[in-house]
């Protein structure tokens, strides 16, 4: 197992503000632990005032933890050395007005300490890539919220970063924008990049990243692949099987799948035979689904099997506690 990109153990940050009433506090993060590892496009999920924005701050060496131990790039949270490899999108980019993108650029090229020959080579490419070739000389003032995401995705990619922590980097995008923001994760994650994103579409998560984590009340709720997230039992298998062979009436099912599993089946005619629905538990129970109904010679004509999504992984856990963030 290579070692950890990011490493947080055990990491709290509790706010305390004094008021009439006397001193109140705020467990913001309570206890948090989880790793991202070199290539992973690693997604946090959770509700407003879930935790998301401090844990991020304290990974950028923002905001100081209360207790915990947190690394990036196996250097403690807040090391110069490690916030040179880092590139950051915050949720909302501030430029001065006065920029273009390509001036912006040039700006925070300078503040990496990078040479104007590599700022200029660098802004080429990374224009290009977030879609800007053309505008580049525009003042800022002019740039849609869509816009202003592409510029800050270019100025986080300007310095090469290891890690890349992204706060809602398609949010204000058109549907061709994220699907372009998502190509160039994609291309990222190939190249061994390391990318954090924070986001609250879902689906755009569901398609980009490798591992999430889900974020409550300041706790972790689930950690893992989306897959292993969802609720495996839970699994909707449909088998429509063909007028070929014979087909038993309703009753008679139970003499096809005469396995302990005891699957209730639902069980519906169709124009071209039969529609079975039934709850299944993983892989094997779906093969052997099959095998049953091959044995009985019907041919299946169309299989399909509906999992949890992470939409509804999300409301499961926390979906009481507060909208999506």
Known sequence: MPSPIVDVQQLRKTYSSWSLT????LEAVRGVSLQAFPGEVFGLLGPNGAGKTTLIKMLLGVVKPTSGT??????????????????YLPESLRVDRHHTARSALRYYGRMSRMSSSAIATRSDELLKLVGLVGRDRESVRQFSKG?????????????????????????????????????VIDRLRDDGKTIFLNSHILQEVELVCTRVAILSKGQIRAIGPIDELAHREDQQLTVEISQDAPSPSPSDWSEVFTDPHELAIESQPIATGQRLTMTVADQDQINWVVDQLRRCGHSISRLQVRRESLEETFMRLVGDEAEVE
């Open 22 to 25: 006397g001193r109140r506090r």
């Open 147 to 183: 816009m202003y995401q592409r510029l800050g995705l270019a100025q986080a990619l300007l310095h090469d970063p290891d890690l890349l922590v992204l706060d809602e980097p398609t949010d204000g995008l058109d549907p061709v924008g994220r699907n372009e923001v998502r190509k």
């Open 70 to 87: 947190a690394s990036l790039l196996g250097r403690p949270i807040g090391s110069s050395i490690a916030r040179a490899r880092v590139g």
